[in-house]
DNA sequence: ATTCTCTTTTGCACAAATGCAAAAATCGCT
DNA sequence: AGCGATTTTTGCATTTGTGCAAAAGAGAAT
């Protein structure tokens, strides 16, 4: 196969008649162009251009080959020009993975408005647990709650988030408030993601570390339900701090085991390695870390 | 730009979905390929192709860019192909530009001859005295007599000729003979391409040259026509030496001032330079190089 | 967990292409 | 015919790219 460069020397040469125009043109040096369009005859076997320092022509073969190959190389550049563009704006199809947690109306909300800031971009979203495979998928961008096992994957913190323990002060009427983790066990607890009615809560306090088996009436998928139950009186919940600061505050609901909290989960944005972002994807995550989240604390 | 044949690359890796495979397809090392599609990359400022080791995948971009490209390219190969097949196989239209004096049956045979043996070839033939612009006019071959002043061409030489100063008895009868160039000015002269009955003969003897203004009753515009009024006592005829050795053998013609000829002539083929001939022309020139024409005289 | 295998990327020595400057070539003009 | 102007080609030092071999990365199987 000859080489496509030489080509594309071959047909500027051809356009301008001249070889020192078409060198300008490509801003290479003359001799270069000289040499690329001799280079590219010696491999076809054929010659195509007709020189003198005065005239230059096409062979009937120069001719034929030019004519074949203006419109594929006009092409070419169309397809880079099209590419370039579509990265310099901020615009086509961006798919993005979120957990559970994040389907609900505060999010849909933050979206929304990302959409009516880039009316040429589009979202595609995947509200699941599943750790869906960014490469395979071909999607752009994920946010993860807690640790990171995938590799070849670029991630940004986007904020952390610390749960804990409260209850209302209907439930915890007449019993006994817990005074160590284990107490828990004698509590009903209000569950995200229970199987079976029970669940597994990890707690720390300072340097100290435990798995908690707890159980309980209900369990739910996204935090808003358990926050709901748990203003009811169902029993004790696991909130993220954002749930639940302004309940402890008004007194509506108590924080038990307040030295115990979950350990401090970050909240990751992921995405694939990649050199170059598209321009959708930088503006998605520059909003994203703009964006004060209610379901998760700033890092700082 | 982008490198067209990182381009040509990058399609190759697409289409197997390998760096290995489309590298051992494109006969070049893995290394080569995989720095090649990075370059690209770095030159468009996207990101083509998400890869691990295990797998690789077209990002969106990558995808529009692919379907974008592949379609030019394989137009590309196709003019290469088109190109060097009819390089190989000797077919097509030769434009062939030869002088007023080889159109005669003799030369007419001859090309008959080559379009039979060639019935992929078809010739074009311009029959003038006019040097034709080669370049200009797409002219595969011209056949020149005498000097040759154009520049840019090749020339190969076919053959030579002389031409010796002969009549026919019948007109010699009665006449003085000629024993000096200048006494052809007394006598009546058959001419070649003659204006008003005037012309210049160019003779030559040893190391004397000549230039002789010579006048007759009847001109015309090529040997056969010459031969023929010199044949019947119209005058003393400057004829090839292939015209009339058998005649003054036989005696039907007496060759006069046998210490004088035209100046040796060489008849050479010519064409445009160029580094490939064209099947059709090579074997052309061949063929003229193989042909005994009773129009010239071997060299040797 | 650890090893095995397959694929892509990187390091380094060598080969090839590039760009500047000078030379060669062609055609118009005197 | 010879000079002049313009255009293409060639020479050479430097930059750039190539190819082999080794390393790194990522799953899969033990």
Redesign the pocket.
């Known amino acids: 196969m000859a080489d496509l ?1 030489d080509i594309a020397v071959f047909v500027k040469v051809a356009q301008y008649g ?4 078409a060198a300008h043109s490509l801003g ?12 590219l005859e010696e491999q076809l076997g054929v010659t195509l251009l007709q ?6 022509s096409l062979t009937a073969q120069g001719r034929a080959y030019f004519d074949q190959c203006s419109e594929p190389l006009a092409h070419l550049i169309d397809a880079e020009q099209a590419l370039t563009e579509t990265q310099k704006k901020p615009e086509g199809l961006l798919k993005i993975s979120v957990p559970v947690i994040l389907g609900q109306e505060i999010f849909y909300e933050f979206v929304s408005c990302f959409l009516k800031t880039y009316p040429d971009i589009q979202v595609d979203l995947f509200v699941t647990n599943l750790f869906l495979d960014l ?1 395979a998928e071909n999607i752009d961008l994920g946010i993860r709650f807690g640790e990171l096992k995938d ?2 994957i670029v991630a940004q913190r986007l904020g952390k988030s610390v749960r804990y323990l409260v209850a209302a002060p209907d439930y915890l009427k007449g019993r006994a408030l817990p005074s160590k983790p284990e107490d828990l066990r004698e509590h009903q607890c209000v569950l995200l993601n229970g199987r079976n009615g029970d669940a597994e809560w990890h707690l720390v306090s300072g340097g100290k570390s435990v798995r908690q088996q707890v159980s309980g009436p209900v369990s739910s998928r996204d935090f808003d339900a358990v926050s709901a139950f748990t203003n009811r009186g169902h029993g004790i919940g696991l909130l993220p701090s954002t749930y639940c600061d302004d309940e402890i505050r008004r007194g509506a609901l108590i924080r038990l085991l307040p030295d115990w909290s979950s350990e401090e989960i970050f909240v990751h944005a992921v995405y694939p390695t990649r050199r170059f972002l598209p321009a959708r994807l930088q503006v998605f995550l520059d909003a994203l870390k703009a964006w004060k989240s209610p379901l998760w604390l700033p890092l700082h």
Do not use: A, D, G, Q
């Open positions: 460069n001249s070889f020192s125009r290479m040096p003359v001799s270069t162009v000289s040499r690329k369009v001799t280079s020189r003198t320092t005065r005239k230059l490469i590799s070849s």
